[in-house]
């Protein structure tokens, strides 16, 4: 039955692959390919048995990364991206808005949450954000995680984790209870505390 469902769970990857390849071509042949923005990003990870878990709403690096990919034509000059660049800054959904806007130059509503990545596009040496905040739900509970460029920290009703993703990259060592991180632990509990502030005003 497993197998079955990481199957099944390829296949629509592989069927997804191939409608992006259709409407890349469709651009093309249409005569819009230099000038249309294209954003390609989706929902958030999926388990598949890993840590012995199965599906989504859970606060582990992969199951909250999810795929951007930002193509800007030369003929947009406000943001044109160089192929095959990529970036390891720190970036949010909540960052698309402010980008196309600005790409598009069109005034954002200033109540915005997001920033514009489009100095990240130009070049992707450019430094991202500190943290990146996710929230999920589960049942009638919320679990939360920062991100920082190093750190993984998720605060549960049950309890808290924290991840050195340079040291372990598949967050195996929960560090919460470590004596030699309890300043990184007090550090990320105010950037979660200070990214929830935002999101709620």
């Known amino acids: 039955l497993r197998r079955d469902y990481m199957r099944a769970y390829h296949a629509c990857i592989s069927f997804i692959d191939s409608q992006i390849g259709r409407i890349f071509e469709t651009l093309k042949q249409s005569g819009h390919w230099d000038n249309t923005i294209i954003v390609l990003t989706s929902d958030h990870g999926f388990l598949l048995g890993e840590k012995f878990m199965w599906g989504k709403v859970m606060l582990f690096e992969q199951c909250d990364r999810v795929p951007l990919i ?9 943001g044109s991206t160089t192929p095959g660049t990529s970036s390891d800054g720190l970036v949010e959904l909540v960052d698309l808005f402010p980008t196309l806007a600005e790409l598009c130059d069109v005034t954002p509503p200033a109540e915005l949450q997001g920033r514009s990545l489009v100095r990240m596009l130009k070049e992707p040496r ?7 905040y996710t929230m999920v739900t589960r049942g ?3 679990g939360k995680a920062i991100r920082t460029q190093r750190y993984r920290y998720t605060q549960w009703h049950t309890g808290e984790e924290l991840y050195d993703l340079s040291a372990d990259p ?3 060592t929960n560090l919460a209870a470590s004596p030699k991180h309890e300043s990184v632990l007090s550090t990320m509990r105010t950037h979660l505390k200070d990214a929830e502030a935002k999101a709620i005003a």
């Open 170 to 172: 598949h967050e195996n």
């Open 126 to 132: 450019s430094a991202g954000k500190e943290v990146a």
């Open 140 to 142: 009638k509970y919320l």
């Open 70 to 78: 930002i193509r800007v034509p030369e003929s947009i000059e406000s």
